[in-house]
């Protein structure tokens, strides 16, 4: 029963390893430390091992617990009736298993931690905003995404911010009166992305 326990909380390490680098920029968010947010962005293309690894760790620890007992094991608990130690039992791997399956989710629902803060212009006529696109490194996935578009919408100014991990993209909308492109690089850089290009239309 204790190689069970062992396998469960392998599980458990894998699959939030397998999330670590969509983790790390809710947390940098909500610590306020935004410099960390790409810190573990090198463990994305590791990420469906760890997942492969995680189920078939939590499979056969729930295999260990579910299989048929021989005469022996049910002679010896005869022998003990013991009540096992919470960490020994089908509830434990349970919780164990949901969490460690939570977390491999993270990517998916990490944007509910990320307030909408999308501004609309109030004093600035649409025609005044500014466009500008960036070339943002080191994001992969959604988190991603949203701790970059949340870095410029921070600043005064900034109307809309988008970002797209898949193309490495990020479009911002400003008052040019209010904010700067040099201010809105800044603001991306400093959570650990890195501008590496930048387009005004």
């Known amino acids: 029963m204790k190689t069970t326990n062992k396998f469960a909380g392998v599980g458990v390490l894998t699959a939030i390893a397998a999330s670590l680098c969509c983790i ?4 940098a968010l909500i610590s306020g430390v935004g410099g960390m947010a790409s810190a573990f962005s090198w463990m994305e293309p590791f990420r469906p091992y760890l997942i492969g690894i995680t189920v078939l760790v ?13 005469a022996e094991e049910i002679q010896c608990d005869c022998e003990t009736e013991e009540k096992p130690p919470f960490i020994q039992t089908k509830k434990f791997l349970g919780i164990a298993s949901v969490l460690a399956f939570l977390m491999m989710a993270f990517p998916y629902y990490s944007n509910v931690f990320y307030p909408d803060n999308q501004k609309q212009p109030t004093t600035v006529d649409a ?12 994001m992969t996935c959604e988190s991603c995404n949203l701790h970059v578009a949340h870095a410029a919408q921070e600043l005064n100014g900034v109307t809309k911010a988008e970002a797209d991990y898949k193309t490495g993209t990020a479009e911002i909308k400003f008052d040019p009166s209010k904010t700067s492109e040099d201010e809105i690089v800044q603001s991306i850089n400093a959570t650990g992305y890195q501008v590496a290009g930048k387009e005004v239309k």
Do not use: N, S
């Open 24 to 27: 790390t920029p809710v947390l």
């Open 58 to 70: 939590l499979a056969f620890a729930w295999y260990q617990k579910l299989k048929p007992r021989t």
């Open 127 to 138: 025609t005044g905003l500014i466009t500008l696109d960036l070339k943002v490194e080191g």
